[in-house]
């Protein structure tokens, strides 16, 4: 059982447009990471969000935290082909310490 | 400031034999933590060390085991190899004795290492 479920697998758009990849999960993190990982490289932390609620903005990339602390979002506007990556979500449970579980991933490729 | 290392960046072994895996964590940080990750998937948490000692353990056999020197630098060693342990080895360190949650708790990926079972 996959304890969170990342959506979509795979997105393919074109450079200027905006998407969102979603984390959902039945389970309530203490904190929700998420990662950008380019081939040959380790996952690279992009933000941690930790109260129900919150969002955070890096540049043009918007993360939430659900209400619940169950879910969670990124949304990217006007996309860029830089931006071409495979996006991770992965939480941290009260009971786990730093334990990470990790979503499936989302494979974003930008077209110029 | 150094980042996460390890070595080797790659590696090529034979159904049965053991591999060793090396890790040195991010300055200042004490606890190290191992993640396999199959391609086209998401990290599967394997352990964590945390003074010297196996603080927590993932869906793992025992084939998989792992150690931290004084240092903080850690190894995680693969016993009678199997193809479907062809993956991408993360470690990741925190500093997860010091300094308060949420920002101890954060962790920092090495590059990995690439393991491929033949």
């Known amino acids: 059982t996959q304890l969170l479920e990342q959506s979509p697998q795979f997105l393919s758009i074109q450079e200027g447009e905006n998407l969102t990849v979603y984390c959902n999960s039945s389970s309530v993190f203490s904190s929700l990471q998420w990662y950008r990982q380019e081939p040959g490289e380790g996952p690279v932390l992009l933000v941690t969000?930790?109260?129900?609620?919150e969002v955070k903005k890096l540049k043009r990339l918007t993360f939430q935290f659900g209400d619940a602390r169950k879910d969670s979002s990124l949304h990217i506007t006007a996309a860029q082909t830089g931006d071409t990556g495979l996006y991770l979500c992965?939480?941290?449970?009260?009971?786990?310490?730093?334990?990470?579980?990790f979503g499936e991933g989302t494979q974003l490729t930008v077209n110029p | 400031d150094a980042g996460v290392t390890q070595s080797p960046t790659h590696l090529i072994k034979t159904r049965g034999q053991q591999v060793t895996l090396r890790c040195s964590p991010k300055?200042?940080?004490?606890?190290v933590s191992w993640y396999q990750q199959a391609l086209g998937q998401g990290p599967q948490f394997i352990f964590q060390y945390y003074e010297e000692e196996e603080r927590q353990r993932g869906n793992f056999p025992d084939r998989f085991s792992g150690h931290q020197f004084p240092n903080y630098s850690s190894e995680l060693n693969v016993n009678a190899l199997l193809l479907g342990d062809s993956a991408l080895y993360l470690c990741?360190?925190?500093?997860?004795?010091?300094?308060?949650?949420?920002?101890?708790?954060?962790?920092?990926f090495g590059a990995g290492t690439r393991l491929s079972v033949l």
């Open positions: 990741a360190s925190t500093a997860g004795g010091k300094g308060h949650a949420p920002a101890k708790n954060i962790q920092y």
């Open positions: 300055s200042g940080h004490d606890t």
């Open positions: 969000v930790v109260t129900g609620g």
């Open positions: 992965a939480g941290a449970r009260e009971t786990s310490g730093s334990r990470l579980t």
